[in-house]
């Protein structure tokens, strides 16, 4: 229980850090087990790679403190809600199924975590547009690149395993 509220920073920094998560591949291009390149669409893997992504797309100094202030701004403007539901949660984890109220906080915990679901989606989308803003016109075309690379790289591998998984169910039969 004492890990929840660690755990929902390092999950909201990681989400409000996931427009430019990127793992860095190996020499050959393809990404080591549990990395990835191109842009991250959420989840709880590669948060740091954000920080890898500014080393790929060689941010000046100046870019580095705009993008650090504008993860400082997302998060902070997070904070408060975080806390309120990690709050909110312990409270509700206190009470047991036969406690008076307890359907009740159930489901004001969880319009709580939608509000803070929608809040930090909304978050991560102003984060990534304000830092694609500090990007030369040079790392965006790089950014695209790199996604598009991504891309094919994750194509690739789901029509390797979609053959794989008809080779295995055609053998068992």
């Given at each position: 229980m004492r890990k929840i509220l660690p755990?929902?920073?390092l999950l909201t920094a990681a989400l409000g850090c996931s427009a430019l998560v990127f793992a860095a591949p190996q020499q050959?291009?393809?990404?080591?087990a549990g990395q990835h390149a191109g842009w991250q669409h959420g989840g709880h893997r590669g948060h740091h790679?954000?920080?890898m992504a500014l080393k790929k797309l060689n941010l000046t100094d100046d870019q580095k403190a705009q993008?650090?202030?504008?993860?400082?701004?997302g998060f902070s403007q997070l904070k408060p809600q975080m806390q309120a539901v990690h709050q909110q949660r312990a409270a509700f984890e206190a009470l047991t199924p036969?406690?008076?109220?307890?359907?009740q906080a159930a489901a004001s915990l969880a319009q709580a975590e939608a509000a803070l679901t929608q809040a930090r989606v909304t978050?991560?989308?102003?984060t990534r547009a304000q830092i694609?803003?500090?990007l030369t016109s040079a790392q965006k075309s790089q950014l695209a690149t790199m996604r598009a690379e991504?891309?094919?790289?994750?194509?690739?591998?789901?029509?390797?395993h979609a053959q794989q998984a008809n080779g295995s169910t055609q053998s068992a039969q």
């Open positions: 755990l929902s920073i050959d291009g393809t990404p080591t790679g954000a920080f993008v650090k202030q504008i993860f400082k701004q036969d406690a008076a109220g307890y359907q978050q991560g989308a102003a694609y803003n500090v991504r891309q094919q790289r994750m194509q690739q591998w789901k029509q390797q």
